[in-house]
Nanobody, 116 residues
Framework: QVQLVESGGGLVQAGGSLRLSCAVA????????MSWYRQAPGKQRDLVAK???????NYGDSVKGRFTISRDNAKNTWYLQMNSLRPEDTATYYC??????????WGQGTQVTVSE
């Protein structure tokens, strides 16, 4: 079993920044990909950002140019740097990982609220 522990959510004003972290107790090199998703009340869960084991990234259209996904193999952690936050970014953010053979695994979610 793999546990994903999220941190870094909170309340921020529009235009501000937050950095989310997702930490695991296993080598992230064992994951084919690592991702961030978000879900607002009444909305579907959408892909925010994804990074593959090879380092390729992709982003949801609404966050391109504002959010950056990265990883730290030594810390077994991946991050979502969120800049220029907007009220419509308000959601519960979930980290996720796809193992080569198992998964996907999901974090518990962390709330991000962006005020006017």
């Amino acid at each position: 079993q793999v546990q994903l522990v999220e941190s870094g959510g909170g309340l921020v004003q529009a235009g501000g920044s937050l950095r989310l972290s997702c930490a695991v107790a296993v080598s992230i090199s064992s994951f084919a990909s690592m991702s961030w998703y978000r879900q607002a009340p009444g909305k579907q869960r959408d892909l925010v950002a994804k990074i593959t084991v090879g380092g390729a990234t992709n982003y949801g259209d609404s966050v391109k140019g504002r959010f950056t996904i990265s990883r730290d193999n030594a810390k077994n952690t991946w991050y979502l740097q969120m800049n220029s936050l907007r009220p419509e970014d308000t959601a519960t953010y979930y980290c996720s990982a796809q193992h080569i053979a198992w998964g996907p695994y999901w974090g518990q979610g962390t709330q991000v609220t962006v005020s006017e």
